[in-house]
C-alpha cells in the first residue's frame, strides 16, 4: 500500500498568547510540529504534505531540514478544507493519513495500528475513551461495532452525552474516496467551516466500513491548544521517556526529575540523580552515574564513569573509569580517554586528554592536545585565542604542569617535563626538564598603606587626574 501523509499545521493558536506559530511551540527543546513529522516517518509514508497557514514562512525556516512538501493554505476554512489543498498531489491509490500538528505525542505504534486497520476500500479512524468527555464529538458504534456516526457534543442526545469514545480526528481512508467525499462536502454550520470529521457520514452513506481504533493511551491524542496543555504534554513525555530509560535498565533517582529532550541509550545499571537533562543523542555507557543537575547533550560517556553534580557536558567524548566534576564544564569536540580526572570548576573544549591524566581545580584547557600521565595543576590556563586566531598547546606524556601557569599558545611542553608553579610559558619547554617563568620577586622595606581618604579628598583626587594633561 501506498501511503501519503497530511499533517494538518495552519492554525494560528490564539489560546497560546504567544508570537511563535502554535506548531512550533516547544516540547522536549523540539517544536510540537517535528514531533508529528518524526513519529510519521517511521511508518515510512511515500510522501509526506505540511499544511500551514499562520506564520507560514516562519514554520517553514525553522523546519527547513524536514523532507516534507509544504501546502499554503491561505484561508482557514476548516480540516476538510485544509486537508483539500493537499488532495491534488495525491494519487488515487494512495492511503491518506491525516494529522495533526498539534498533537504530538502520538505514537508510530498507534499509527501503524491504526493503517492496519483500512484498507483500499474502508475509513479507520482513531478513538480514545475519557473519563470527561466533555466537549469532544462521540463515537456512535452499531451492533456489529462498526462506527455509525460521530455525534458532536452540542448535537448529542443524553444517551449519546454518557459514551466516553471520543474522536480524536486522525483518520486514514483511500484517496479516491476521500476526494469525492471532500467535494460533496458542505458548509452550512455555524463555524462556516468544512469539517474532516463529516466524511465519517459521507463514508457510512456510500456503504463504506468505518471502524474505530481506539488508542491505547487516550493523552497520546491529546491535542496542545494553551500553555497549560502544553505543560501537561510535556510532562506525559517526561514521564513516557523515564519509563523507557528504566525498561532499559537504568535506575533513575526521581523518574519525575528527569527530562529526555532526544534520543538516549543506557548500559546496564546505569544511575541518574535528579533534574538531569539528557539532550540530542546520548550514550551512557555501563554502570555511568550521573549526578544531581548534570546537562549531557550529544554525547557519549564511557562505562563506569561518574559525572559530579552540577556539570554541563556537550558533543564530547568521555572513555571509561573518568570522573568528571563537580561543576565541570565539557565543551564540543573534547575527548577524554580513560582513567581522566576533571575537576571542580575545570572547562575543556576542543582538546583531546590522554588516559590516566587529571585537571583537578579551575582551569581551562582549550584547543590543547594533551597526553598520558599528564598533571594539570589548580589555576592553570592554555591561553589558547589572540584576539583573532586559534592556537594549540600541546602537553606530551608524563608533563607536570604548576599552579597558576599560563601556556601561551602555540606552545608545546616535553614529555614528563614540569613547569614551576606560577609560571607563564610562551616557548617550547625541553623534555626532562624544570623550566620557570616567573618574574623576580621584590620587596620594598618601609612601605606602608596609604591612609582612607575622605569623599571630598577621594573626589578631589579623582578631579585632579582627570585636569592632569596627558603625556604625548
Known amino acids: 500500500m501506498q501511503l501519503s501523509v497530511v499533517?494538518?499545521?495552519?492554525?494560528?493558536?490564539?489560546?497560546?498568547?504567544?508570537?511563535?506559530?502554535?506548531?512550533?511551540?516547544?516540547?522536549?527543546?523540539?517544536?510540537?510540529?517535528?514531533?508529528?513529522?518524526h513519529t510519521a516517518r517511521v511508518v515510512e509514508p511515500d510522501s509526506i504534505y505540511v499544511v500551514y497557514g499562520h506564520g507560514g514562512a516562519q514554520v517553514q525556516s525553522a523546519l527547513s531540514s524536514e523532507p516534507v512538501d509544504w501546502v499554503l493554505q491561505a484561508e482557514q476554512l476548516g480540516t476538510a478544507h485544509a486537508v483539500m489543498q493537499a488532495m491534488h498531489l495525491i494519487p488515487d491509490d494512495h492511503q491518506v493519513l491525516v494529522l495533526y500538528g498539534d498533537v504530538p505525542l502520538v505514537r508510530a505504534q498507534t499509527l501503524t495500528k491504526?493503517?492496519?486497520?483500512?484498507?483500499?476500500?474502508s475509513v479507520a479512524l482513531l478513538s480514545a475513551k475519557l473519563a470527561d468527555p466533555s466537549g469532544y464529538g462521540r463515537i456512535v458504534?452499531?451492533?456489529?461495532?462498526?462506527?455509525?456516526?460521530?455525534?458532536?457534543?452540542?448535537?448529542?442526545?443524553?444517551?449519546?452525552?454518557?459514551?466516553?469514545?471520543?474522536?480524536?480526528?486522525?483518520?486514514?481512508?483511500?484517496?479516491?474516496?476521500?476526494?469525492?467525499?471532500?467535494l460533496a462536502l458542505r458548509n452550512d454550520n455555524a463555524q462556516r467551516e468544512y469539517f474532516l470529521t463529516d466524511i465519517v457520514a459521507a463514508a457510512v452513506g456510500a456503504g463504506c466500513r468505518v471502524q474505530a481504533v481506539l488508542a491505547a493511551d487516550a493523552a497520546e491524542t491529546a491535542g496542545v491548544n494553551d500553555k497549560i496543555q502544553l505543560a501537561q504534554a510535556e510532562a506525559h513525555y517526561r514521564r513516557a521517556r523515564a519509563q523507557e530509560l528504566m525498561r532499559a535498565g537504568a535506575t533513575l533517582a526521581d523518574p519525575e526529575r528527569i527530562d529526555v529532550r532526544g534520543e538516549v541509550e543506557v548500559g546496564p545499571d546505569v544511575f541518574v540523580d535528579v533534574n538531569a537533562v539528557l539532550v540530542g543523542r546520548v550514550h551512557l555507557g555501563a554502570r555511568v552515574r550521573i549526578g544531581p543537575n548534570c546537562t549531557i547533550r550529544d554525547s557519549t560517556i564511557g562505562a563506569d564513569t561518574e559525572i559530579h553534580a552540577n556539570c554541563v557536558v556537550e558533543g564530547a567524548v568521555v572513555g571509561e573509569n573518568c570522573r568528571i566534576g563537580p561543576f565541570a564544564r565539557l565543551r564540543p569536540e573534547t575527548v577524554l580517554h580513560r582513567d581522566v580526572h576533571i575537576g571542580n570548576y575545570v572547562e575543556v573544549k576542543n582538546s583531546e586528554i590522554g588516559s590516566h591524566s587529571k585537571a583537578?581545580?579551575?582551569?581551562?584547557?582549550?584547543?590543547?592536545?594533551?597526553?598520558?600521565?599528564?598533571?594539570?595543576?589548580?589555576?592553570?590556563?592554555?591561553?589558547?585565542?589572540?584576539?583573532?586566531?586559534?592556537?594549540q598547546t600541546v602537553i606530551e606524556d608524563g608533563a607536570f604542569i604548576g599552579s597558576g601557569s599560563m601556556l601561551v599558545a602555540p606552545?608545546?611542553?616535553g614529555a614528563h617535563a614540569t613547569v614551576g608553579a606560577g609560571s607563564t610559558i610562551d616557548s617550547n619547554v625541553p623534555e626532562d626538564a624544570l623550566t620557570l617563568g616567573r618574574a623576580r620577586q621584590t620587596t620594598i622595606a618601609g612601605w606602608r598603606r596609604p591612609d582612607p581618604l575622605s569623599d571630598q579628598e577621594r573626589q578631589a583626587a579623582a578631579e585632579a587626574k582627570l585636569?592632569?594633561?596627558?603625556?604625548?
Open 7 to 37: 499533517i494538518l499545521a495552519a492554525g494560528q493558536g490564539k489560546r497560546m498568547n504567544s508570537d511563535l506559530p502554535k506548531v512550533l511551540q516547544p516540547l522536549a527543546g523540539r517544536p510540537l510540529l517535528e514531533h508529528v513529522i
Open 411 to 413: 606552545v608545546r611542553i
Open 114 to 121: 491504526l493503517l492496519a486497520a483500512a484498507d483500499q476500500d
Open 360 to 391: 583537578n581545580h579551575l582551569s581551562y584547557l582549550g584547543d590543547a592536545q594533551i597526553g598520558t600521565g599528564v598533571n594539570v595543576g589548580a589555576g592553570s590556563i592554555t591561553c589558547n585565542y589572540d584576539g583573532v586566531n586559534k592556537w
Open 467 to 472: 585636569k592632569k594633561p596627558k603625556p604625548t
Open 141 to 182: 458504534r452499531g451492533a456489529a461495532g462498526e462506527v455509525r456516526a460521530i455525534v458532536e457534543h452540542c448535537d448529542a442526545t443524553p444517551e449519546q452525552l454518557a459514551i466516553q469514545e471520543i474522536n480524536t480526528g486522525l483518520m486514514t481512508m483511500p484517496a479516491k474516496q476521500l476526494r469525492e467525499w471532500l
